[in-house]
C-alpha cells in the first residue's frame, strides 16, 4: 500500500509546479537513443498539463564536473525528444545559474498547460551538496512539488529531499508505480517467490540478499559473484573474477539460507573460457571441475536449464543482474535463458537494475514481463528495506484515505 500522496490527491490547476524526473537519457551524437525515462514519466507530466498546472520540468543528465555549462551534459536533446512525444512546446531555461532570475521569470510568466525545463540540475554544485542557497532558489520557482525521479530518489540531493522541506510536496504517477510495485512484492509476494541474483559483487549485494533470505523461497545466483559462493563450498575457481575477502561471508550465506529454509542455488556447472573475448575458446565443464587456467564467463548449460525449471513453477519473479557477460554473444545463453523462461511464464515477474533491463530488451522479451524498474540504485535501497530520501521527504496520505484503498 502506498502511503505518499499523488499528484491526484491535491489540487494542481493554476499552480507552479516543479517536477523532478529523471531524465538521464544515454545520448549520441547530439541525441536521444533510449527515450524510456522520458516515456514513463509522460502519464504524470500530461496529468499535469491536462489539469491546468504550470509544469517546471527539472532533471540531472550525465555527470557534469559541476560549477559551469557543458554542452554535451545540456538538456536540449532531452527536451527535443519530449516535445515529439507530447506534441507541444517545451521551453529550455538555462541563463547565467539554474534556477536564476531567468528562471524565476520564466516560471511567473507560464500559464496554464505549459512547460519550461532546467538545464542540467548538475551544472550547479548545489544539487549535490543539497546546499540551502541551491534549494531555496529552486523553491521559489514553484507553488507545489513533484517528484517522478524514482531513479534518484536514494540521493539526499537538493532537488530531491531539499525542496520539499520548503513547499507542499507529493509524488508523480511513476514514483508511486514504482514504490508500490517493489513493495507490495516485498509485504506480500505471490508464491513460489524466486529472486534471480547476478552481477559481479558479492558485496553489491549483501544487503538484498539478507533481506530476501526472510522474503524468498528460493534465489538463484549467477555471474560472476557465483565464483565467491562456488569458493565459499571449496571449489577452485581457475582464473574468474572472485572477491576473496567475501568467501567467509558468502559461506555464511550459505548457512543461513539452510536454517531459514530458503533455497539458495549456486550453478552446478559453467561456460569457461580461455581468455575474456567473444572469440575465446569456450567450453562447458562442472563448477567442481574448472581448469585452473581458465575462467568463467557463464553459467553453464545444465544450470540454465535447472534454473528455467525453477522459473517456470514461480508465482513471481524478481530479476537483478544477468548470469554471465551477455554483451558477447558467445557468453549470452544463461542471461537468455533465464530471461525467456520469465517472459514464456504467467507468474508476476518484476526486472530491477540496469544490467537486467538492458538483457531483456536485448532479447526483445521488454513487453513479456509485468513490470520493469527504470531505478536500479534506488530499487536495489528499497529491496535492503531501507527508506528513500526522495520518498520519506514526501506528503503522507491521510491515515483514513490509506485504508479505504
Given amino acids: 500500500m502506498y502511503t505518499k500522496k499523488t499528484i491526484k490527491d491535491v489540487d494542481v490547476a493554476h499552480k507552479r509546479v516543479l517536477l523532478r524526473v529523471d531524465f538521464n537519457c ?110 531555496h532558489r529552486l523553491a521559489s520557482l514553484c507553488d507545489l512539488y513533484v517528484n517522478d525521479a524514482f531513479g534518484a530518489a536514494h540521493r539526499a540531493h537538493a532537488s530531491i529531499a531539499g525542496v520539499p522541506e520548503f513547499v507542499p510536496a507529493v509524488s508523480g504517477l511513476l514514483l508511486a508505480k514504482e514504490v508500490s510495485t517493489l513493495t507490495s512484492m516485498l509485504s506480500n509476494p505471490k508464491r513460489p517467490f524466486v529472486a534471480i541474483l547476478g552481477g559481479s559483487k558479492v558485496s553489491d549485494k549483501i544487503g538484498i540478499i539478507n533481506n530476501l533470505m526472510g522474503i524468498a523461497d528460493t534465489i538463484l545466483v549467477g555471474g560472476a559473484m557465483m565464483f565467491t559462493f562456488l569458493a565459499a563450498q571449496g571449489y577452485s575457481v581457475g582464473k574468474s573474477k572472485m572477491e576473496q575477502d567475501m568467501v567467509e561471508t558468502a559461506a555464511g550465506m550459505l548457512e543461513t539460507a539452510k536454517k531459514k529454509g530458503v533455497d539458495l542455488r549456486i550453478p552446478i556447472d559453467i561456460k569457461a573460457a580461455d581468455q575474456f573475448s567473444d572469440l575465446a575458446y569456450t567450453e562447458a565443464v562442472d563448477a567442481d571441475s574448472m581448469p585452473d587456467d581458465m575462467m568463467g564467463l557463464d553459467i553453464g548449460p545444465k544450470t540454465g536449464r535447472m534454473y528455467r525449471e525453477v522459473i517456470y513453477d514461480a508465482g513471481m519473479v524478481f530479476w537483478n543482474g544477468p548470469m554471465g557477460v551477455f554483451e558477447f554473444p558467445s557468453f549470452e545463453l544463461g542471461t537468455r535463458c533465464v530471461a525467456e523462461a520469465i517472459a514464456d511464464t504467467d507468474c508476476v515477474s518484476v526486472i530491477g537494475g540496469g544490467d537486467s533491463v538492458a538483457a531483456i530488451k536485448k532479447f526483445n522479451l521488454a513487453n513479456q514481463v509485468t513490470f520493469i524498474s527504470t531505478g536500479g540504485g534506488a530499487s536495489m535501497r528499497l529491496l535492503e528495506g531501507q527508506k528513500l530520501p526522495g520518498v520519506e521527504a514526501l506528503q503522507d496520505k491521510d491515515p483514513a484515505a490509506s485504508e479505504e484503498e
Fill in 26 to 135: 544515454p545520448l549520441y551524437e547530439g541525441a536521444v537513443v533510449d527515450d524510456t525515462r522520458i516515456r514513463e514519466a509522460l502519464p504524470t507530466i500530461r496529468y499535469l498539463c491536462e489539469n491546468d498546472a504550470r509544469v517546471i520540468i527539472a532533471s540531472h543528465l550525465g555527470r557534469p564536473k559541476g560549477g559551469y555549462f557543458e554542452s554535451q551534459f545540456s538538456m536540449m536533446p532531452v527536451a527535443m525528444r519530449l516535445i515529439q512525444l507530447l506534441g507541444r512546446p517545451v521551453t529550455v531555461i538555462g541563463g547565467d545559474k539554474i534556477a536564476g532570475e531567468e528562471a524565476l521569470s520564466a516560471s511567473l510568466a507560464l500559464k496554464d498547460g505549459q512547460i519550461m525545463m532546467l538545464e542540467n540540475l548538475r551544472f550547479d554544485d548545489g544539487e549535490k551538496k543539497n546546499d540551502l542557497q541551491f534549494v
